[in-house]
């Protein structure tokens, strides 16, 4: 460690440690020197007005790279390797689908190229009866068409739904309850439906504004307190059963 | 004991976008960055619970996947030519703010292609919020020196991104 004083100037890893507010106790004491001194010091003051518009220029810099959004066909491209059989058979082992299980369940509009990886082979094998019969209703009955489905059990008194986009006219949630012990969801759909992620005392739908799909959702009697977030607003908070119109705000 | 799997969907969803934004700025190239992502989560579901080092594990298993991949592979920079790919980005409004706008990606990408690993994975880590200590922990060097080497890297960074910029 340099030996510095109050009358020389901390090098440029000190200004930077400052402006990233880094100080760690191992160097308490160089630090302490330089905090009283860059005040005091018009070169030091400079020099780390310089490495915040530095920083801040990288910042402007690095926001222009692209980061692609990796397009259907070249998510199947990707996933053609696990159609081998090495990796089909690796898939078979018990406890790599029952990670897979529990990461997400996605329709066929899934936008990450992982969460799809992860889902397939479970996708393939374990989605159909995942969830209890959802009762007949109206206007959620739509058919049932590539549906996603998931399962869980609640984590506590209260139970949020949140839905990532305004979705297009006229889709529903309908919220239910059931004697069953498990929340179920379902994604209605005749074309497509939007991935489904489990967090706890969550469920978020990753659906697109475009998305057609509508939502039934069966409720323990555990569960008193239904929420539904859309595009980070709250439409819904209150008791089950509901249902909410998704293309309205608040 | 692995990691749990409701502790590994958590980690997915708060990760995964930043991962494989930082892996794609790292790399240059999308196919590297996704399989980096990838192979991280998997190794995650290996490996044995760590407490709440996840974040900094994961994008130093990203990272080292990405070092190891460039060292075999030439691919980087095809970013910059692969115009018509959907970005999460907005269009630009027209044809010639598109040129411009390629043109300061590609002088961005060729400034950070110059650095070494070990500057250019410390200053995106520093971008997407990393500590200095995790840093350091990522390139193997000590906290102390992670300033020096962040503010050395910014230097060069501006000068060649301004140079560059001022002869066009």
Same mark, same amino acid.
């Given at each position: /460690?340099?030996?510095?004083?109050?009358?020389?100037?901390? $090098?440029?890893?000190?200004? =930077?440690?400052?402006?990233?507010?880094?100080?760690? !106790?191992?160097?308490?004491?160089?630090?302490?020197?330089?905090?009283?001194?860059?005040?005091?010091? !018009?070169?030091?003051?400079?020099? /780390?007005?310089?490495?915040?518009?530095?920083?801040?220029? =990288?910042? &402007?810099?690095?926001? /222009?790279?692209?980061?692609?959004?990796?397009?259907?066909?070249?998510?199947?491209?990707r996933l053609s390797p696990f159609k081998e059989p090495a990796a089909v058979s690796r898939w078979r082992r018990p406890w790599w689908r029952a990670a897979a299980a529990i990461i997400v369940l996605a329709g066929a509009a899934a936008a990450s190229p992982?969460?799809?990886? *992860?889902?397939? #082979?479970?996708? +393939? %094998?374990?989605?159909? #009866?995942?969830?209890?019969?959802?009762p007949a209703a109206q206007p959620m009955s739509a058919a049932v068409d590539r549906s996603a489905s998931v399962s869980f059990a609640p984590s506590g008194a209260e139970f949020t739904v949140q839905f990532d986009s305004v979705p297009a006219g006229g889709? =529903?949630?309908?919220?239910?309850?059931?004697?069953?012990?498990?929340?179920?969801?379902?994604?209605?759909?005749?074309?497509?439906?939007?991935?489904?992620?489990? =967090? #706890?005392?969550?469920?978020?739908?990753?659906?697109?504004?475009?998305?057609?799909?509508?939502?039934?959702?069966?409720?323990?009697?555990?569960?008193?307190?239904?929420?539904?977030?859309?595009?980070?607003?709250?439409?819904?908070?209150?008791?089950?059963?509901?249902?909410?119109?998704?293309?309205?705000?608040? | 004991?692995?990691?749990?799997?409701?502790?590994?969907? +958590?980690?997915?969803?708060?990760?995964? !976008?930043?991962?494989?934004?930082?892996?794609?700025r790292l790399s240059g190239d999308a196919d590297i960055a996704a399989d980096a992502a990838q192979e991280a989560f998997v190794k995650l579901l290996q490996r044995e619970p760590m407490g709440s080092g996840e974040r900094a594990w994961l994008f130093t298993?990203?990272?080292?996947?990405?070092? &190891?991949?460039?060292?075999?592979?030439?691919?980087?920079?095809?970013?910059?030519?692969?115009?018509?790919?959907?970005? /999460?980005?907005?269009?630009?409004?027209?044809?010639?703010?598109?040129?411009?706008?390629?043109?300061?990606?590609?002088?961005?990408?060729?400034?950070? !292609?110059? *650095?070494?690993?070990?500057?250019?994975?410390?200053?995106?880590?520093?971008?997407?919020?990393?500590?200095?200590?995790?840093?350091?922990?990522?390139?193997?060097?000590?906290?102390?020196?992670?300033?020096?080497?962040?503010?050395? %890297?910014? $230097?060069?960074?501006?000068?060649?991104?301004?140079? $560059?910029?001022?002869?066009?």
């Amino acid at each position: /460690m340099s030996i510095m004083t109050t009358d020389s100037h901390p $090098d440029d890893g000190v200004l =930077l440690a400052l402006i990233d507010a880094e100080v760690d !106790d191992e160097r308490r004491a160089e630090f302490d020197v330089a905090i009283a001194h860059v005040p005091e010091c !018009d070169v030091c003051r400079m020099r /780390m007005s310089a490495l915040e518009a530095e920083s801040d220029h =990288l910042r &402007e810099a690095v926001a /222009m790279i692209p980061v692609p959004m990796i397009a259907d066909a070249e998510l199947r491209r990707r996933l053609s390797p696990f159609k081998e059989p090495a990796a089909v058979s690796r898939w078979r082992r018990p406890w790599w689908r029952a990670a897979a299980a529990i990461i997400v369940l996605a329709g066929a509009a899934a936008a990450s190229p992982v969460r799809h990886w *992860l889902l397939r #082979p479970f996708e +393939q %094998t374990h989605l159909a #009866p995942a969830i209890a019969p959802a009762p007949a209703a109206q206007p959620m009955s739509a058919a049932v068409d590539r549906s996603a489905s998931v399962s869980f059990a609640p984590s506590g008194a209260e139970f949020t739904v949140q839905f990532d986009s305004v979705p297009a006219g006229g889709r =529903l949630l309908r919220a239910e309850r059931t004697s069953a012990a498990t929340i179920s969801a379902r994604a209605l759909s005749g074309a497509s439906a939007d991935p489904l992620v489990v =967090l #706890p005392g969550v469920l978020r739908v990753r659906n697109a504004s475009e998305s057609r799909a509508n939502y039934m959702i069966l409720l323990p009697r555990a569960v008193l307190r239904l929420r539904v977030i859309i595009a980070g607003d709250t439409v819904y908070d209150g008791a089950p059963p509901a249902t909410v119109r998704l293309d309205r705000r608040r | 004991m692995t990691v749990k799997p409701d502790r590994i969907s +958590q980690l997915f969803t708060i990760h995964h !976008d930043a991962l494989f934004r930082y892996l794609v700025r790292l790399s240059g190239d999308a196919d590297i960055a996704a399989d980096a992502a990838q192979e991280a989560f998997v190794k995650l579901l290996q490996r044995e619970p760590m407490g709440s080092g996840e974040r900094a594990w994961l994008f130093t298993v990203g990272t080292n996947h990405v070092l &190891e991949a460039k060292r075999t592979s030439a691919r980087r920079l095809r970013l910059l030519t692969g115009r018509g790919e959907r970005t /999460m980005g907005d269009a630009p409004p027209d044809a010639h703010a598109s040129v411009e706008a390629d043109e300061r990606r590609r002088v961005v990408m060729a400034a950070l !292609d110059g *650095l070494s690993d070990k500057e250019r994975v410390a200053i995106l880590m520093r971008e997407e919020g990393f500590s200095h200590r995790e840093i350091a922990g990522a390139v193997g060097t000590t906290t102390g020196s992670v300033g020096t080497l962040l503010a050395r %890297t910014l $230097d060069r960074l501006t000068r060649e991104t301004t140079l $560059d910029r001022d002869a066009l």
